[in-house]
C-alpha cells in the first residue's frame, strides 16, 4: 500500500492553469489510482478464487451427503423390508399357533363330552335293557297266543302304558 505521504501528495495542487511552472509537475492521477487499486484488487480476485473454490468444495460436499444419505436410507428401507416380512411370518405362526391351540382344546372338549355320553349311555343301557326284556317276559306270560297274533297290537297299544 502507498505510504500516507503519498496518499496525501493525490490532494497537492500542481500548479495553477496555464504556463508550466518549475517547481511543478502535473499529476498523474488516473496512474495513481490505478496503482493504488491493483494490490486490492488482486486480493479481491484472489478472494473470489477462493470463495468460488469453497462453493465448488461445498457443492461436492453437499453431493456426497446426499448420496450417503440416499444410500442409507435405502440400506434402512431394505431393512424395514426385512424385518417386515420376518414380523408377518412370525404373527402368521403366532396366529396359526393360537388356531390349532383352540383347535386342540375344542377336540379335547369334544372327547371328554362324548365319553360322557358313552358313559351315560352305558349306565342307561343296561337299566333299558333290564327293562325291555322284564317286559318281553311279561307280556309273553300274560298275552293269549290266539289274541296276541289276532289282534296285532301289542299291550301298550292297546292299554295305553308300558306296565
Not at 3 to 17: E, I
Not at 74 to 87: D, L, N, S
Request: proline fraction near 4%; charged fraction near 30%; aromatic fraction near 4%.
Amino acid at each position: 500500500m502507498a505510504a500516507f505521504r503519498d496518499f496525501l501528495m493525490r490532494f497537492r495542487p500542481a500548479g495553477s492553469p496555464g504556463r508550466a511552472a518549475p517547481t511543478g509537475v502535473p499529476a498523474d492521477r488516473s496512474a495513481d489510482l490505478s496503482a493504488e487499486l491493483v494490490p486490492v484488487l488482486s486480493r479481491l480476485e484472489q478472494a473470489e478464487t477462493e470463495a468460488q473454490r469453497i462453493r465448488e468444495e461445498a457443492a461436492q460436499q453437499v453431493e456426497q451427503n446426499r448420496r450417503a444419505t440416499a444410500d442409507k436410507a435405502e440400506e434402512i428401507v431394505r431393512q424395514a423390508r426385512i424385518r417386515a416380512r420376518e414380523e408377518r411370518a412370525e404373527s402368521a405362526a403366532q396366529a396359526s399357533g393360537l388356531a390349532k391351540s383352540e383347535a386342540a382344546r375344542c377336540l379335547t372338549e369334544s372327547e371328554r363330552e362324548a365319553a360322557l355320553l358313552r358313559h351315560r349311555a352305558q349306565q342307561h343301557m343296561a337299566f333299558l335293557v333290564s327293562s325291555v326284556v322284564a317286559d318281553v317276559i311279561q307280556l309273553g306270560a300274560s298275552a293269549v297266543p290266539a289274541e296276541g297274533l289276532s289282534g296285532g297290537r301289542s299291550r301298550w297299544e292297546r292299554d295305553g302304558s308300558r306296565e
